[in-house]
């Protein structure tokens, strides 16, 4: 019988993708929710609504300015992050894979920050004022979404160039599915989760060229050749580290550390500064060896 490691480790997509602490911390706890929700026969969207109230309910507590009060927002936070794993985990284990599953699952971590922010804009809004408002409205508009988007593209794109998995949906084809539904009908909540996840696509693909170019060129020819997936790998795993720094677990360390020592000002302003500056590079060496490549495939 396999242990539960092994278990653990056949529901992920990829190994490339994930490290140590996402493996011990993060994805075997969601295992164990997953069999637990397979067993209650409950649907992964119900997970994924279930997380997105509990990460929520988290924000009431990082307004508060007494530790014990912050400790207990810290579980909630990590309860949530479980139930989004084992989401997944379900829906890969069930076969209940959906697209509204895969847009509520990124909506989910949304609004948990989304609360977040605004109780840390609350809590400082006595001494700062109005500024706090604009801190976490600059950190969480400007620069929290964007890195986690940029982050979770490069992961589904290497997924998709080592063959794990295919979730790599392009704006406009999302945005013809989403014209091709009416407003006022009974798919128009349909239409508006389509209007938003065609927005946020597009917004993976502007800052990323270089890697849309070689998407073409694959789509193109329909095939990956096997010497194109090694090189892909071998230029973009050594990246996946510092797209998992720029998505969740560490991202939520500085959060709690920032609870901790009681200068919450700290989270938004390192996502400003160093989480920005980590963005950028990122984006610019992967840009780099998808030029190179496209270049090389065109000669």
């Not at 847009?103 to 840390?120: K, Q, R, T």
């Not at 001494?127 to 940029?150: D, K, N």
């Not at 599915?177 to 798919?187: F, I, P, V």
Request: glycine share 6%; charged share 15%.
């Amino acid at each position: 019988m396999p242990t539960l490691k092994q278990q653990v480790l056949a529901t992920m997509k990829s190994h490339d993708t994930e490290g140590p602490f996402e493996l011990y911390v993060t994805r075997t706890p969601g295992y164990l929710w997953a069999l637990l929700f397979r067993k209650m026969q409950v649907h992964p969207i119900a997970v994924t609504v279930v997380s997105m109230i509990i990460g929520c309910a988290s924000g009431y507590f990082f307004y508060r300015s007494e530790l014990s009060y912050n400790l207990v927002g810290m579980a909630l936070l990590i309860w949530a992050n479980w139930y989004d794993c084992a989401d997944g985990q379900l829906a890969r284990m069930t076969g209940k894979k959906t697209q509204l599953g895969r847009i509520l699952d990124g909506v989910a971590g949304d609004a948990w920050f989304f609360c977040i922010y605004s109780g840390i804009a609350m809590r400082l809004l006595p001494e700062w004022g109005l500024w706090s408002w604009a801190l976490v409205i600059v950190a969480g508009v400007f620069f929290h979404a964007r890195q986690c988007s940029l982050a979770d593209y490069y992961r589904n794109a290497h997924l998709y160039f080592i063959g794990a998995a295919n979730e790599l949906e392009r704006s406009a084809d999302i945005e013809a599915q989403c014209k091709a539904l009416r407003w006022w009908s009974r798919n128009c909540l349909q239409k508006l989760f389509l209007f938003s996840y065609a927005s946020y696509t597009r917004g993976q693909e502007n800052p990323t060229p270089q890697l849309q170019a070689l998407l073409n060129n694959v789509r193109a020819k329909g095939t990956i050749p096997e010497e194109l997936r090694t090189r892909y790998r071998s230029f973009s795993k050594p990246l996946m580290p510092l797209c998992q720094i720029l998505t969740f677990d560490a991202r939520v360390g500085v959060l709690f550390l920032s609870m901790i020592v009681g200068l919450p000002w700290l989270y938004p302003a390192l996502e400003i500064t160093a989480f920005e500056a980590l963005r950028i590079y990122v984006n610019h060496r992967h840009e780099k060896h998808c030029r190179s490549i496209v270049k090389s495939l065109t000669l």
